[in-house]
């Protein structure tokens, strides 16, 4: 079963800071990985999509990376901005011929507080 | 439509009653999803659609929840005899096709809550 955990729960940072937040998972067997942004109260904003086969996607000031192998996922933010602060979430979808390739797999989010 | 429509934005019901919940998904994507997230905590799985396939109703955590959908449009998602526990926002997500680069689109849910 596919595991996918994002540690810190929460992280506060300084405004003009250049942050990680990082994403595990158990089987490595995946189609693609998805970070999302939820602001309170809201559904998910799609922020950056990586297939399997890829290693990054930026966008901006994100840059997602993908490392497969060891079911690690990283989501660099540079120069961060209050308006940034949201809680982030990565998900997983398995790979074809899996059987499972219906349901993809969310982390609990990481809650960022940028501060002015 | 633009993106995914979900409505109500809000449901206030009392115990016992039957709610449903709809979703408009973006148009011409094949793949609908309903997730389920509590207060402070992840989302969980539900239901998933896929074109004219069967859906894999593999989440639902009771037999009184059931979800519909009329080929790749709208859908419902029904919870007979609410239950307090089943407070929480419902998601609603859509995408483009099985095979593709599959990124999956939310709409804003529905917050549901039960006396």
Redesign the interface.
């Known amino acids: 079963k596919q595991e996918v955990t994002q540690i810190p729960a929460a992280l506060s940072v300084p405004e003009g800071e250049n942050l990680v937040l990082n994403c595990s998972f158990t089987d490595s067997a995946i ?2 990985l ?1 970070w ?1 942004r939820q602001d309170p ?6 922020l950056l ?1 990586i ?1 399997s086969s890829q290693r990054e996607q930026t966008s901006g000031r994100l840059n997602a990376s993908l490392d497969k192998s060891s079911g690690r996922s990283t989501l660099y933010i540079a120069a961060s901005q209050p308006g940034d602060s949201a809680t982030y ?1 990565c ?1 997983v ?1 398995p790979g ?1 011929g899996t059987g499972a ?9 990481i809650t960022l507080s940028v501060r002015p | 439509g633009a993106g995914v429509s979900q409505s109500p934005s809000n449901k206030v019901t009392e115990k016992g009653k039957d709610v449903e919940l709809r979703c408009d998904p973006i148009s011409g994507h094949t793949a609908l999803y309903w997730y389920r997230q509590r207060l402070g905590q992840g989302l969980e799985f539900l239901i998933y659609f896929q074109g004219n396939s069967a859906p894999d109703k593999s989440g639902l955590p009771s037999d009184r929840f059931s979800a519909e959908r009329t080929g790749e449009s709208v859908s419902t998602l029904t919870i007979q005899r609410t239950q307090q526990e089943d407070s929480a926002v419902y998601l609603c997500a859509s995408r483009g096709s099985r095979l593709g680069p599959g990124e999956l689109f939310f709409g804003e849910g529905s917050r549901l809550t039960v006396l």
């Open positions: 189609y693609n998805q999302f109260g809201k559904g998910l904003t799609s999509l297939q979430l998900a979808r074809e390739n219906s349901k993809l797999t969310f982390g609990k989010g």
